[in-house]
Structure formats: structure tokens, C-alpha cells
């Protein structure tokens, strides 16, 4: 007899169940996500709003489940909890035209909308998507570092349904669409970054590095380890003694020069999809130094930006996370 199948929590519809580092806490005979807060509790979508009164814990094990999920929020989303997330994903603002703008996770946001023309009431996802491509940062391709551009992508061999049967290749023109837009904020961040001569920035181009053996005795944390060095931390290190700063030098190099060093030590940079590398769901980037630093992009943040579900703050997190990626 066939199994069954057993219901999804609202969250698990939304984000999925049985993803590493997300484990249940529940046994009730629903898949949950592992990642709802257990109080307050939260909608899936809808959950900037005020959180609703929730009565005191009658058992130590809904306490202890509380302190669970409290915890575990603070691991999986980089010290937030669920219930902190929703003001920060409350507003977004992209011009002077639309003003400030709900995110898409207020309650009210699930009301139908007026469109502008016409008498079809639109959802605010119809909305806020119109909006978004009409006033979100406007893509340059031809201000792009060379590294980034199309033809330093592989393509997928395998045909993926959920795009009508196309490989993930950049040719397509759902797949670029969203691709383009984050790499045109991850090229203006490197942009701003040398422009402003960024120390971290400055230590990535013309670092010292030194193999982990060099400096020290005891056994490196991972094969391989070096140490890179930056101007700053020579600087503070050589006074006082009888050396130079070895990279003084940098010193005199202008923003011109900095670009040409990354396109330099980029030559042989390129880019790929793929899903759930090594079997490993969720990596988001993996680069493979057996292929030249090859950088795989995972196709999910890819395929949800694809669909219209997404909330419109949903969208811009996932656009900057995907260059922050790529950094």
C-alpha cells in the first residue's frame, strides 16, 4: 500500500521542510519547516504585523520549546529571529515617485488592489512587481567588469522543466533576466568599494599572503590555511622597527589601477549553475578550484526569483544576497 503523504505547515508550503540545519521540533503528523518561531506565533507571509498575544507555556516542554526555537532563529538567521525580521522587511523605498512602500508582510497587504488603469483588482504582488522593474536600479551591461559577462558562464547540460524544458543557461532569457540584476549591484558595490580605496578592498588586491606554516608551529585549522596581510596592519607592525612597510607602494596606486588588478587576477574567472551541489541543498555559491575557481550559483534563489510569489522586500533580499554571492 502506497504511503501517505503527510500535509505540509503553512511555512513548510512556503520554505520548505526536511532542509539541513532546519530539523523539526514537532511530531503531530504535519511536515513542518523547522524554522516558525513557536511564540509568538507568525504568519508565513505575513508577519510584520503586531505578533498576537500568545498565553503563558503550561508545560516545561513548551518552554523548552520556546528556548529552542529562540535559539535556533538566532543561528539560522545570523543573530535575528523571526519575529525581529518582520519590521526589518516591513518598508522598502526606491524612489521619490513611489515613496516609502510596504514590503508585501503586512496583513493588509493581502487585500486586492486598484490597479492604476482598468477595473481588474490586482493582487500587491501584481503591484509591487510592476513597480519594481520600473524603478528598481537599471541595468549597464556595458559597465560591467569583463569577468562578469555572458560569455564567461557555463551552461547546464540537463533540461529543467520548471523552464519549459530550457537548460539553466544565461541564453535564456528568464534565467538572465534575474541574473543580470545581481550582477549589476554586486559590479557597482566593487565599483564604490575601489572608488572609496576600501581597506578591505585595498587587502584583497595587494595583500601579503603567507602559507599558515610560515608564522606558525602549531598545525593550520584547514588544509591549505594562509594569512593575508594587509597595508594597514604592516604599517602598524613596521614602526619602530629597522623595515619598510612592504607595501608602501600601494599607496600611490589610483582607482584606475585597482580595476586593472581585479581584471588581471580575474582572467580566468567563470561562472555556473547548479542544484544542491554534492547533494548538499541550500549552498547558495561553491567554487571548485579543481576548474579554475569556477563559481556555481545555486538555481533556487534563481527559480523563486523567477515566480511572482515573492514578496517585493523577499525580492530585493534575494537579489543582494545572490551578489553578495558573487563577491
Not at 524554522?35 to 503563558?56: E, S, T, V
Request: negative net charge; proline residues 8%; glycine residues 6%.
Amino acid at each position: 500500500m502506497a504511503s501517505v503523504q503527510r500535509p505540509l505547515s503553512p511555512w513548510a508550503e512556503r520554505f520548505r521542510h526536511g532542509v539541513p540545519g532546519r530539523e523539526e521540533l514537532l511530531n503531530d503528523g504535519i511536515n513542518h519547516s523547522g524554522l516558525a518561531p513557536r511564540a509568538p506565533a507568525l504568519h508565513p507571509i505575513y508577519y510584520a504585523d503586531a505578533p498576537p498575544p500568545d498565553g503563558n507555556p503550561q508545560t516545561l516542554a513548551e518552554l523548552d520549546s520556546i528556548f529552542f526555537t529562540e535559539s535556533f532563529q538566532r543561528a539560522y538567521l545570523r543573530g535575528l529571529e523571526s519575529w525581529q525580521a518582520g519590521p526589518l522587511m516591513q518598508f522598502v523605498y526606491f524612489s521619490g515617485k513611489t515613496g516609502v512602500m510596504s514590503g508585501g508582510h503586512l496583513m493588509a497587504d493581502a487585500e486586492p488592489k486598484q490597479p492604476i488603469s482598468g477595473s481588474t483588482p490586482e493582487t500587491h504582488q501584481d503591484v509591487s512587481l510592476r513597480i519594481f522593474h520600473s524603478e528598481r536600479i537599471q541595468v549597464d551591461e556595458s559597465k560591467w567588469f569583463s569577468f562578469f559577462r555572458k560569455d564567461r558562464w557555463y551552461d547546464r547540460i540537463h533540461p529543467e522543466p520548471a523552464l519549459g524544458g530550457a537548460n539553466w543557461s544565461v541564453d535564456n532569457p528568464q534565467v538572465w533576466d534575474v541574473i543580470r540584476i545581481s550582477i549589476e549591484l554586486v559590479n557597482r558595490m566593487l565599483r564604490a568599494l575601489i572608488e572609496d580605496k576600501h581597506e578591505m578592498m585595498e587587502t584583497i588586491l595587494y595583500g601579503i599572503l603567507m602559507p599558515w606554516d610560515q608564522l606558525h608551529q602549531t598545525p593550520p585549522p584547514y588544509k591549505g590555511a594562509h594569512y593575508i596581510f594587509s597595508r594597514a596592519f604592516l604599517q602598524k607592525k613596521s614602526q619602530g622597527q629597522p623595515w619598510a612597510n612592504p607595501l608602501d607602494f600601494v599607496a600611490q596606486y589610483t582607482p584606475a589601477d585597482w580595476i586593472q588588478r581585479l581584471e588581471d587576477l580575474m582572467t580566468y574567472q567563470t561562472w555556473s549553475m547548479v542544484e544542491d551541489y554534492d547533494l548538499l541543498p541550500g549552498s547558495w555559491g561553491v567554487t571548485v578550484l579543481s576548474k579554475r575557481g569556477l563559481i556555481l550559483l545555486d538555481v533556487g534563489p534563481i527559480r523563486r526569483l523567477i515566480s511572482t510569489e515573492l514578496t517585493l522586500s523577499e525580492r530585493c533580499t534575494l537579489h543582494f544576497l545572490l551578489a553578495v554571492t558573487r563577491c
